[in-house]
């Protein structure tokens, strides 16, 4: 047998055990295999590639996975936090740097991603600075789709438009073959939105509404445990890491309260923090190495009934006349009492600084528990809630982000490059992307709940 042929072959053997052992799933495995015939010239990457409608369909898909992977490692999250910090309170120079990065970022992702992602930073960017949302949330949007006409692989016209020029045999564009035009496009609408944007509606929404609306922060408890990389760093970095996702109202070492005094103050395994976080900042907690929920540390793991099946967060609100009113979280004991844990409280217009196990609930207050299906079915009628509803939000993978950051790299690099065509450089991307677990389609979000039943 040829050397070709004893490659084929062991494709297939590789191919077949993956199938065999399920250890990833089918799609995933027969990507790989795809790759693995046009990297070793079994097949071209046309030959590799024809069972698809369309080579440009590859790219499209792609675009997807990567967008995805960007928001689930939080790097797309980081990066517009930084946007509304370097916008600033004027709004002219908000506008002047909101619509640049926004388009830059729209060229490497999908559109209505960005879009999607920028929203709640503008309107925290208005809210904060006391400008219009709607002065800045049109331009933005603008940017976001004048971004796709920086590279051609961020829009399918584009995309669809070389192929044809590839098979009727002309000269192919190349993924920057646009961008002059792009750059002029964006430059020209950044212009006309800084001299007319007076034509634009100067609305601003009640703050009363607004916060009344939004449940964007809880009271939760963390502990630094004994791995962590945050042990003997100062609370500033920490601060400055978390700015906007985590803002800390207490530090406590063995009960006693601590103070930041900046770099003299530096965090030890064991402190708790008693913070006021985003939803997916508690729901990312359970997977950041180093960081727990400290009700979860503290009982999650004594091989109780807790640990048994898998577990959820579910929001519940203390009823009118609720038995617990008055009484403290603590004194309440919801691990003996229900087999729950309580990870987070919501409670509208005060600041709280007491230990989640120390505040006195009231009517209305909305807590965070975390269990099993079957012990909140158990919970659900229990007159002292008057309702169960899912906890919301977006487990982040932040330990992939530089992994993350280094694939996206390498495939704008390896198709801007022409060593290896696009479509080929963006399907390897993506299945590198989803091999890493950084846009894992088989990995269960741990804070979804499915509790529609209770």
């Not at 490692?73 to 709004?91: F, H, K, Q």
């Not at 982040?396 to 390498?410: K, S």
């Not at 495939?411 to 696009?422: H, I, K, R, Y």
């Amino acid at each position: 047998m040829t050397t070709i042929q004893l490659i084929f072959l062991g494709i297939v053997a590789v191919t077949l055990i993956l199938f065999i052992s399920e250890r990833i799933r089918m799609d995933v495995a027969a990507m790989l295999t795809l790759l693995a015939l046009a990297a070793t010239g079994i097949l071209t990457p046309s030959e590799a590639l024809s069972g698809f409608a369309s080579e440009p369909a590859i790219i499209v898909a792609s675009v997807f996975v990567i967008s995805a992977a960007l928001t689930q490692t939080g790097i797309t999250e980081r990066i517009g936090g930084g946007i509304a910090r370097a916008a600033g309170a004027r709004e002219g120079h908000a506008i002047l740097v909101v619509m640049p990065a926004v388009a830059a970022l729209a060229a490497f992702s999908h559109h209505l991603m960005i879009t999607a992602m920028m929203l709640p930073i503008m309107m925290r960017l208005a809210r904060g600075q006391n400008l219009s949302p709607s002065r800045l949330l049109m331009p933005m949007s603008l940017a976001a789709s004048l971004g796709t006409t920086l590279t051609i692989f961020s829009a399918p016209a584009f995309l669809l438009m070389n192929h044809l020029l590839l098979t009727g045999g002309q000269e192919t564009l190349g993924v920057f073959g646009i961008t002059p035009i792009g750059i002029a496009l964006v430059v020209l609408a950044i212009a006309y939105m800084i001299i007319a944007r007076w034509i634009l509606p100067k609305r601003k929404a009640r703050a009363d509404e607004a916060d009344y609306l939004r449940l964007d922060r809880y009271y939760t408890e963390l502990v630094i445990e004994e791995d962590s990389r945050w042990i003997g760093r100062p609370m500033a970095e920490f601060n400055r890491y978390y700015d906007g996702r985590l803002e800390v109202a207490e530090w406590l070492r063995e009960g006693v309260p601590q103070h930041n005094k900046g770099k003299e103050s530096v965090l030890a395994a064991g402190d708790v923090l008693f913070a006021s976080a985003t939803p997916d900042e508690i729901a990312t907690v359970e997977g950041d190495p180093g960081l727990s929920l400290h009700a979860v540390k503290k009982y999650g793991g004594t091989g109780g009934k807790q640990d048994e099946g898998t577990h959820q967060l579910v929001q519940v609100v203390v009823a009118p006349h609720s038995p617990f009113i008055g009484e403290t979280i603590g004194s309440v004991d919801f691990r003996k009492a229900f087999d729950v844990l309580v990870v987070g409280l919501w409670r509208r217009r005060e600041w709280i600084r007491d230990r989640l196990s120390q505040v006195k609930m009231r009517e209305g207050d909305l807590l965070v528990l975390r269990g099993t299906p079957e012990r909140f079915a158990e919970l659900a009628p229990h007159q002292g809630f008057l309702m169960m509803v899912p906890f919301s939000a977006n487990p982040r993978r932040r330990q992939f982000a530089t992994r993350t950051l280094l694939i996206v790299a390498a495939t704008v690099g390896a198709a801007a490059s022409g060593v290896f065509p696009p479509q080929m450089a963006f399907l390897t991307g993506a299945v590198a992307l989803v091999l890493t677990a950084a846009a894992s389609p088989w990995t269960r979000p741990t804070a979804r709940s499915t509790c529609a039943s209770t």
